[in-house]
Nanobody, 124 residues
Framework: QLQLVESGGGLVQTGGSLRLSCAAS????????IGWFRQAPGKEREGVSC????????DYADSVKGRFTISRDNAKNTVYLQMNSLKPEDTAIYYC?????????????????WGQGTQVTVSS
């Protein structure tokens, strides 16, 4: 059974860093496009970053470019999201998702398999 489990969330001060992990089971992450999404209270889920199955293509939301980096460790079957220079507006539940896509996408409707999410809170 295909499963995604996020971890690494927590409480951090403005300017701090966190690294989120998305551990996959039941499938190989190098066969799927993986996306990171977030949803703040009262807001729609938005795409944050994504990586292609080959790892050769990535994309980022404008709001996180230069601060967040997505990467993948095939040996651990895990995808990471390194988040630096965090801001209060980054506070949200962060989800990872997987889909069989030719190109990575930041649209949540393109993804079929989702993790349960991990809370990130950035204090001012």
């Amino acid at each position: 059974q295909l499963q995604l489990v996020e971890s690494g969330g927590g409480l951090v001060q403005t300017g701090g860093s966190l690294r989120l992990s998305c551990a996959a089971s039941g499938f190989l992450v190098d066969s799927y496009a993986i996306g990171w999404f977030r949803q703040a209270p009262g807001k729609e889920r938005e795409g944050v970053s994504c990586i292609s199955s080959s790892g050769g293509s990535t994309d980022y939301a404008d709001s996180v470019k230069g601060r967040f980096t997505i990467s993948r460790d095939n040996a651990k079957n895990t995808v990471y999201l390194q988040m630096n220079s965090l801001k209060p507006e980054d506070t949200a539940i962060y989800y990872c998702a997987a889909a069989l896509l030719r190109r990575p996408s930041l649209r949540y409707s393109d993804y079929v398999h989702w993790g349960q999410g991990t809370q990130v809170t950035v204090s001012s």
